[in-house]
């Protein structure tokens, strides 16, 4: 079974940063997409960042552009989200994804809880 566990969410004031951890448990053989997504209440489930793990290349919002930088896995499968210079409107809960996770049981895409990200003043 694959667990992708948020954690670092939290209430910020405007302009202020936060760093998101996902760390990746399981029987994982490989990864081939990992990323961040967001959703805001009323709102549809939107890209924050992904990184392709084999290539390296990385795809950013365009709100996050220049704001977010989404890190690799390390060795201890553990990649993060560094949002700096938040604003109100990027309040919402920020979910960790991993796409085309191999197992021995197969290949699937998997979702974690989610961490709540609150900008306010």
């Known amino acids: 079974q694959v667990q992708l566990v948020e954690s670092g969410g939290g209430v910020v004031q405007p302009g202020g940063s936060l760093r998101l951890s996902c760390a990746y448990a399981?029987?994982?053989?490989?990864?081939?997409?990992i990323g961040w997504y967001r959703q805001a209440p009323g709102k549809q489930r939107e890209l924050g960042a992904t990184?392709?793990?084999?290539?390296?290349?990385?795809d950013y919002s365009d709100s996050g552009k220049g704001r977010f930088t989404i890190s690799q896995i390390n060795a201890n499968k553990t990649q993060t989200l560094q949002m700096n210079d938040l604003k109100p409107e990027d309040t919402a809960r920020y979910y960790c994804h991993g796409a085309r996770i191999a197992t021995p049981d197969g290949v699937q895409d998997y979702w974690g809880q989610g961490t709540q990200v609150t900008v306010s003043s």
């Open positions: 990184s392709n793990t084999r290539s390296d290349m990385t």
């Open positions: 399981g029987s994982i053989i490989s990864i081939r997409v």
